[in-house]
């Protein structure tokens, strides 16, 4: 199916990126990497609502540790230069001082979001604060930010699917596809 679309693809969609086989593949691989990596230690997985809700359900359960997990939820500051500063609409409920937190993100475009978000959980005095990121998307990239986990590097196209949207929607298909430009225009 990689390229083509099926049948049942919404219209907005150009070609799919990313298979559910794919996702899952990687997915997994990723979770184990995790479990060994992080066996023994205190993991909190944060996720930033919506988009990573998806690729959090499927990599915490390649994950065979005690883990906890929690959310967060932003809204950008609108008619502001981008600066990555975003308004925490709704905060953690674990304490992670002394966790070992690992952010679980969508997709990473700019890092300007990201980055502020690991400056914000920085100051909670974790015992460790890494990212694992489903898509990482380079070429607008403004800082520069380590990436412990990377599912996978994508071109610089808008995508949809598997937790990202367009306009709130297609956040359930279970593949990754690339919207076309007069869509996202
Ligand atoms: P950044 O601060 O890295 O520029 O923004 C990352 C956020 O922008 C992601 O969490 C996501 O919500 C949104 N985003 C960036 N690129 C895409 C894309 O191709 N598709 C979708 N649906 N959202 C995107």
């Given at each position: ?12 969609a ?9 996702l899952?593949?990687r997915?997994?691989?990723i979770g ?6 992080y066996?023994g ?11 990573g809700?998806f ?7 390649s994950?065979d ?10 809204s950008?500051?609108e008619?502001?230069?981008?600066t ?5 609409t709704k ?7 002394g966790?070992?937190v690992l952010?679980?993100?969508?997709i ?6 990201l980055?502020?978000?690991?400056g914000?959980?920085r ?27 990377r599912?996978?590097?994508?071109k610089?196209?808008?995508?949809v ?5 367009i ?19």
């Amino acid at each position: 199916m990689s390229g083509g679309l099926p049948a049942d693809a919404p219209a907005v969609a150009d070609a799919v990126l990313l298979t559910e086989e794919q996702l899952r593949a990687r997915v997994a691989e990723i979770g184990r990497r995790i479990t060994t990596d992080y066996a023994g230690r205190d993991l909190v997985l944060v996720t930033v609502l919506r988009g990573g809700v998806f690729f959090l359900a499927d990599l915490c359960r390649s994950i065979d540790l005690p883990l906890r997990l929690d959310f967060m939820a932003v809204s950008a500051y609108e008619h502001e230069a981008p600066t990555g500063a975003v308004r925490i609409t709704k905060d953690l409920d674990e304490d992670i001082e002394g966790a070992s937190v690992l952010i679980v993100e969508d997709i990473i475009d700019t890092g300007l979001t990201l980055n502020y978000l690991l400056g914000v959980l920085r100051q909670r005095g974790p015992a460790s604060l890494e990212v694992a990121i489903l898509l990482d998307r380079d070429v607008r990239r403004i800082v520069d930010l380590p990436i412990a986990y990377r599912g996978f590097s994508i071109k610089d196209r808008y995508v949809v699917g598997y937790g990202l949207d367009i306009r709130g929607r297609y956040r359930n298909l279970r593949y990754v596809a690339t919207v076309r430009d007069e869509v996202v225009g």
